[in-house]
């Protein structure tokens, strides 16, 4: 689908949309759980609907209603063979495979060729040690036999997503255990998110140094509401560094959430001649980040590795649609530097890569000029009502 995106200003307030981390979070420990838990204040995106049909394959009853999911778990239930569908969530088939190891005599996980084609050698790893067969072909993911009740090892410079999958799975063991990350650590703080729902339904667990400790017990039923999502907000927010005025409500204060920076480093960009920023332990903000920079004169982002590995190549499909602009981009390893003095009218139209953040960037950056994006239905992965909200803020565009 394409869009044709008018030049106008953003403004307004509008209210922060549901966080899918903790959405995805709340989601599976209810699932795990004893008794009917009632999560309110859902947005049912792409993964969200991912993880509620791999949580309804574990066993688990679901229902919903308006913006509320009640579920009744499965307390531990194990099942002979699964099959679950993640579309194209890289968190489900993470956060879900060591569930699977741990609860399924045999799991097959499907979904996007581009999220089977992305890297689990920590789970490769684990599957060796333990003994669990580990078969991938460019059409499933499959599991078979069980995680050991034991302490964890895994790097700490790669997802954090490998590290809250065994920690879920942990949950379920009687005794205590832990997961210890080796070398540089990587988006903690959507660790502290894991905890912070493992806590609220009731297992205790907590990062000490590099190692994360669960303790054994079982997860209870609970109603819980999830709070508004940083990552997303932040492409609402981007506006006001392009002349709008926007008001971004629902977002705690307190917040536990990574991307909550985001606040600080757009202060940088207003502030500071070509910033550098350090984006290690907040990727997704990678797309908007480089968006802005080429709007603010340019800058440099560090840390960047793991935007090879997400929806697209983030790094080098932003660099791809900057240079539609005119903007110029060096993406190296771990590093993004751009030169920018100014966007020019894009001659050719622009492409969201199949990614949600690609997508939304682009279209930031079209509300300065004009222009045309291909695409557009990617939004619907993380914010399926994206553009409904900013045709409220007075952004104008229209379907050709």
Same mark, same amino acid.
């Given at each position: 689908?394409?869009?044709?995106?008018?030049?106008?200003?953003?403004?307004?307030?509008?209210?922060?949309?549901?966080?899918?981390?903790?959405?995805?979070?709340?989601?599976?420990?209810?699932?795990?759980?004893?008794?009917?838990?009632?999560?309110?204040?859902?947005?049912?995106?792409?993964?969200?609907?991912?993880?509620?049909?791999?949580?309804? $394959?574990?066993?688990?009853?679901?229902?919903?209603?308006?913006?509320?999911?009640?579920?009744?778990?499965?307390?531990?239930?194990?099942?002979?063979? %699964?099959?679950?569908?993640?579309?194209?969530?890289?968190?489900?088939?993470?956060?879900?495979?060591?569930?699977?190891?741990?609860?399924?005599?045999?799991?097959?996980?499907?979904?996007?060729?581009?999220?089977?084609?992305?890297?689990?050698?920590?789970?490769?790893?684990?599957?060796?040690?333990?003994?669990?067969?580990?078969?991938?072909?460019?059409?499933?993911?499959?599991? $078979?036999?069980?995680?050991?009740?034991?302490?964890?090892?895994?790097?700490?410079?790669?997802?954090?997503?490998?590290?809250?999958?065994?920690?879920?799975?942990?949950?379920?063991?009687?005794?205590?255990?832990?997961?210890?990350?080796?070398?540089?650590?990587?988006?903690?703080?959507?660790?502290?998110?894991?905890?912070? $729902?493992?806590?609220?339904?009731?297992?205790?667990?907590?990062?000490?140094?590099?190692?994360?400790?669960?303790?054994?017990?079982?997860?209870? $039923?609970?109603?819980?509401?999830?709070?508004?999502?940083?990552?997303?907000?932040?492409?609402?927010?981007?506006?006001?560094?392009?002349?709008?005025?926007?008001?971004?409500?629902?977002?705690?204060?307190?917040?536990?959430?990574?991307?909550?920076?985001?606040?600080?480093?757009?202060?940088?960009?207003?502030?500071?001649?070509?910033?550098?920023?350090?984006?290690?332990?907040?990727?997704?903000?990678?797309?908007?980040?480089?968006?802005?920079?080429?709007?603010?004169?340019?800058?440099?982002?560090?840390?960047?590795?793991?935007?090879?590995?997400?929806?697209?190549?983030?790094?080098?499909?932003?660099?791809?649609?900057?240079?539609?602009?005119?903007?110029?981009?060096?993406?190296?390893?771990?590093? %993004?530097?751009?030169?920018?003095?100014?966007?020019?009218?894009?001659?050719?139209?622009?492409?969201?890569?199949?990614?949600?953040?690609?997508?939304?960037?682009?279209?930031?950056?079209?509300?300065?000029?004009?222009?045309?994006?291909?695409?557009?239905?990617?939004?619907?992965?993380?914010?399926?009502?994206?553009?409904?909200?900013?045709?409220?803020?007075?952004?104008?565009?229209?379907?050709?």
């Amino acid at each position: 689908m394409k869009y044709r995106i008018e030049k106008s200003v953003a403004s307004g307030t509008v209210t922060a949309p549901p966080s899918k981390s903790l959405a995805h979070r709340y989601l599976i420990c209810a699932a795990l759980a004893g008794g009917t838990s009632r999560i309110s204040n859902v947005a049912f995106s792409e993964d969200i609907l991912a993880t509620i049909d791999c949580i309804r $394959a574990l066993g688990a009853k679901v229902k919903t209603d308006a913006d509320v999911v009640t579920v009744t778990g499965i307390t531990g239930q194990r099942k002979d063979s %699964v099959s679950f569908n993640c579309r194209e969530s890289g968190s489900t088939i993470r956060l879900m495979m060591p569930i699977a190891m741990m609860l399924c005599g045999k799991a097959s996980f499907t979904g996007s060729e581009r999220l089977l084609s992305r890297p689990f050698s920590v789970y490769e790893d684990i599957a060796k040690q333990d003994g669990i067969e580990f078969e991938r072909s460019g059409q499933s993911i499959i599991v $078979a036999g069980s995680l050991k009740e034991r302490d964890y090892t895994i790097p700490g410079n790669i997802s954090s997503q490998f590290a809250t999958g065994l920690l879920f799975a942990l949950s379920l063991s009687g005794i205590e255990s832990s997961v210890t990350l080796t070398g540089r650590i990587e988006s903690l703080s959507y660790i502290g998110l894991t905890l912070q $729902a493992l806590k609220a339904f009731g297992v205790d667990g907590e990062i000490e140094g590099n190692r994360i400790r669960i303790a054994g017990g079982r997860l209870s $039923a609970r109603d819980i509401s999830v709070e508004g999502d940083y990552s997303n907000a932040a492409f609402l927010d981007a506006f006001n560094l392009c002349g709008g005025k926007v008001s971004v409500e629902g977002l705690a204060q307190d917040s536990l959430q990574g991307d909550r920076i985001y606040k600080k480093y757009f202060n940088m960009l207003l502030s500071v001649k070509k910033p550098v920023i350090d984006i290690s332990d907040c990727p997704d903000l990678g797309p908007v980040l480089m968006a802005l920079m080429a709007v603010r004169g340019g800058g440099t982002l560090t840390g960047t590795a793991r935007l090879k590995i997400k929806e697209s190549d983030r790094a080098a499909a932003m660099a791809e649609e900057l240079s539609k602009f005119g903007v110029f981009c060096v993406v190296s390893e771990n590093s %993004v530097s751009i030169e920018s003095s100014g966007l020019k009218k894009p001659s050719e139209v622009l492409f969201g890569h199949n990614d949600h953040r690609i997508v939304m960037s682009d279209v930031t950056l079209l509300s300065l000029i004009g222009g045309e994006i291909e695409g557009v239905e990617a939004v619907a992965k993380s914010y399926p009502d994206y553009f409904d909200v900013i045709k409220e803020l007075g952004i104008g565009f229209e379907e050709v």
